[in-house]
C-alpha cells in the first residue's frame, strides 16, 4: 500500500486524525503550511512538507517520493469573523488553492480524496435535524468557499473519475485521551476551550451570548462530536472509497445536542472550579439550534461515537489546557 497525504495534519483536526491512521497501520505523510497549524503536533516518525498546497512542484515530489495513493484534505482558513472581512482571501486559500491543488493530484494518478467541509454550507438551517439534503444556502463566505469545492467535485469526477468524500463538521471538540496535542486556534473563538481558558484564569469569565432563544433554558443548542470521533470517520470514509464506495457529502455529529449553559454546567463539573459567567447581547446570525443527522454516515461507513459525550470531550480538553497552558510551544 502507498502513503495517505494529510494536508494540514499538523493542525488540530488533522493532528488526531494522523494519530488515528498511524494506529491502525497506515503510511502517512503530512504537508502543512504552520500558517495555523503546530509542527510539534505532528509524530517524530511522520515526513513532514513545509509548504503550500499549490505549490505544483511540492506536491509532485510528495507524491511520487512518498508513492501517494489517497489524500486526507484539511488544510484551509476557518474563521467565519476572518471570511466575513477578508471573502478574497478565503476564495483564494480555500477555494481556488483546493481546485489547483486537486487538478496536480489527478495529474500525477491520485483519485481519491477525503475533504474536510463543515455545516456552515447549510447556513440558517430550515428544519431540524439537519439532513445532507437539506437546503444549502451559506451566510458566510467561509461556508460559500467550502461549498464550492464540494460542488467541483462533482465535475471533476465526471470529467476524470475523481473519488471523493466530503464530510460535513458540525461542533469538533475534546483532544487526545493523554493529553498530548489539543486545540489550541489563534484566535480562539470556540466554546469549550474559552470556557477552559476561564477556569484557568486566563480569561475573566465567559460570555453567554443572548438566552432568550427558543430552547429550554434560553441558549443555543449545538451538536458536538469529539475530535477522535472525527478522525475516525476520516479513516471510514477512506476505507469506503478503497472498496468502491460511492463519492458524496456526509454529515458528522451526534444527532444530538447541548446548550451553551450545559456545556459550561458540565465545565465546572469537571474541573472543580465555579467559572464566571457574563451575559451578554445576542450575536446576529446565531440559529437557535444546530443538530446533525447522521443516518447517512451510520449506516454507510458504520461510524459510532466512542468518545463523544460531554463529559469525555470536556475532560479531554480540560487535561490538555493543564498540562499545556499556553498552549504549543511553537507558535504559528
Given at each position: 500500500?502507498?502513503?495517505?497525504?494529510?494536508t494540514g495534519?499538523?493542525?488540530?483536526i488533522?493532528?488526531?486524525t494522523?494519530r488515528?491512521?498511524?494506529?491502525?497501520?497506515a503510511?502517512v505523510v503530512v504537508?502543512?503550511?504552520l500558517?495555523?497549524?503546530?509542527?510539534?503536533a505532528?509524530?517524530a516518525?511522520?515526513?513532514?512538507?513545509l509548504g503550500?498546497i499549490?505549490?505544483?512542484?511540492?506536491v509532485?515530489t510528495i507524491?511520487?517520493?512518498?508513492?501517494?495513493?489517497?489524500?486526507?484534505?484539511f488544510?484551509?482558513?476557518?474563521l467565519?469573523?476572518?471570511s466575513m472581512?477578508?471573502?478574497d482571501?478565503?476564495?483564494?486559500?480555500?477555494t481556488?488553492?483546493?481546485?489547483?491543488?486537486?487538478?496536480?493530484?489527478l495529474?500525477?494518478g491520485v483519485n481519491?480524496?477525503?475533504f474536510?467541509s463543515?455545516a456552515?454550507?447549510?447556513g440558517l438551517?430550515e428544519?431540524?435535524?439537519?439532513?445532507?439534503?437539506?437546503?444549502?444556502s451559506?451566510?458566510?463566505p467561509?461556508?460559500?468557499?467550502?461549498?464550492m469545492?464540494?460542488?467541483?467535485?462533482?465535475?471533476l469526477?465526471?470529467?476524470?473519475?475523481?473519488?471523493?468524500v466530503?464530510l460535513?463538521?458540525?461542533?469538533?471538540?475534546g483532544?487526545?485521551l493523554?493529553?498530548?496535542?489539543?486545540?489550541e486556534?489563534?484566535?480562539?473563538t470556540?466554546?469549550?476551550p474559552?470556557?477552559?481558558?476561564?477556569?484557568?484564569?486566563?480569561?475573566?469569565a465567559i460570555q453567554v451570548?443572548g438566552t432568550d432563544?427558543n430552547?429550554l433554558d434560553?441558549t443555543c443548542i449545538?451538536?458536538?462530536?469529539?475530535?477522535?470521533?472525527?478522525?475516525e470517520?476520516?479513516?471510514?470514509?477512506?476505507?469506503a472509497?478503497?472498496?468502491?464506495?460511492?463519492?458524496?457529502?456526509?454529515?458528522?455529529?451526534t444527532?444530538q445536542?447541548?446548550?451553551?449553559?450545559?456545556?459550561?454546567?458540565?465545565?465546572?463539573?469537571v474541573?472543580?472550579?465555579?467559572?464566571?459567567v457574563?451575559?451578554?447581547?445576542?450575536?446576529?446570525?446565531d440559529p437557535d439550534v444546530l443538530?446533525a443527522?447522521?443516518a447517512?454516515?451510520?449506516k454507510?461507513f458504520?461510524?459510532?461515537?466512542?468518545y463523544?459525550d460531554?463529559?469525555?470531550i470536556?475532560?479531554?480538553?480540560?487535561?490538555w489546557?493543564?498540562?499545556?497552558?499556553?498552549?504549543?510551544?511553537?507558535?504559528?
Open positions: 500500500m502507498g502513503s495517505i497525504l494529510v495534519g499538523a493542525g488540530y488533522g493532528s488526531h494522523v488515528v491512521l498511524l494506529a491502525q497501520g503510511q504537508l502543512d503550511s500558517v495555523t497549524g503546530h509542527k510539534e505532528v509524530p516518525e511522520v515526513p513532514f512538507y503550500d499549490c505549490d505544483a512542484g511540492l509532485k507524491v511520487e517520493s512518498q508513492e501517494v495513493e489517497a489524500v486526507i484534505h488544510a484551509a482558513r476557518s467565519v469573523g476572518e472581512a477578508k471573502p482571501l478565503y476564495f483564494y486559500e480555500n481556488a488553492k483546493t481546485n489547483l491543488f486537486v487538478s496536480n493530484l495529474q500525477l481519491k480524496i477525503v474536510s463543515t456552515a454550507v447549510y438551517p428544519t431540524v435535524p439537519i439532513s445532507e439534503e437539506s437546503p444549502t451559506p451566510i458566510n467561509y461556508g460559500l468557499s467550502k461549498l469545492i464540494e460542488a467541483s467535485f462533482h465535475w469526477e465526471k470529467a476524470y473519475g475523481l473519488k471523493w466530503a460535513r463538521y458540525f461542533n469538533a471538540a483532544a487526545s493523554d493529553g498530548s496535542i489539543g486545540e486556534h489563534l484566535p480562539e470556540h466554546l469549550i474559552l470556557v477552559l481558558k476561564a477556569a484557568l484564569g486566563q480569561r475573566d451570548f432563544y430552547t434560553g449545538r451538536d458536538y462530536i469529539h475530535v477522535l470521533d472525527l478522525a470517520a476520516h479513516v471510514l470514509a477512506l476505507k472509497l478503497d472498496q468502491q464506495s460511492n463519492s458524496g457529502v456526509y454529515n458528522v455529529g444527532g445536542g447541548y446548550s451553551v449553559l450545559q456545556v459550561i454546567t458540565s465545565a465546572k463539573k474541573t472543580g472550579i465555579d467559572i464566571p457574563v451575559e451578554v447581547a445576542r450575536r446576529s446570525g443538530i443527522k447522521v447517512k454516515i451510520e454507510t458504520g461510524l459510532k461515537t466512542r463523544s460531554l463529559e469525555t470536556i475532560a479531554s480538553a480540560w487535561r489546557h493543564q498540562n499545556n497552558p499556553d498552549g504549543y510551544k511553537s507558535k504559528s
